[in-house]
């Protein structure tokens, strides 16, 4: 008898187990969803600065602090509190993805047609270099999204600066949400570019 009561008490364990496994595998773990920044034409920004279509422009280095060096979006709670979110991600490298919305945003504010991104190639010979130095780039979803950048304009060797200086800005959120913190990014971003643009056209007079 107490043999059967045993066996049954095992089977009852086996088949607890079974229901318990197959409600983890039904559930499906959350989406993980990738973002990219906009340019200043998606976002509908078209006002031009000016129209320099014989220069040239090298973008790059942009340097990034190594909090940004990661795929999950960053967010800034209180303070130096930074939290990292696994199912809203970067859908490439960041440097890369600012490089080249920086290059895209400066060739339509100037109407600049050749832009190249550092390392260019040896026969690329840029007008003016931009090169970045971002300090922070995150925001609160409850909050404002945050863009701290130095940037220098220097000439086609890099090694005399031409104009300059430090941006420190912000853009109220839409939503608390991430497609609202990278729309309000790709913002920051956007108003960097315009900077950017005026002192290059007033170079080229």
Known sequence: MRGIICQSSRWVVILAVAVLLSGCIGRSSPKVTY?????????NTEQTIASLPEIKLGIGPITIPDSLKRSQIVTRQQGNQHEFD???????????DISYVLGENLGHFLGVDRVGYFPWLHHFQPTYRVMIDVVRLDGSLD????????WVVADTSGK??????KGDYRQPLEAKTYPALIKAESQLVAQMSREIATAIAALGN
């Open 86 to 96: 696994e199912f809203n991600r970067w859908a490439g490298i960041l440097e890369k």
């Open 35 to 43: 973002f990219s920044l906009l340019t200043a034409e998606q976002l």
């Open 143 to 150: 909050g404002d999204a945050v863009l701290s950048a130095h």
């Open 160 to 165: 005399e600066f031409l104009a300059g200086g």
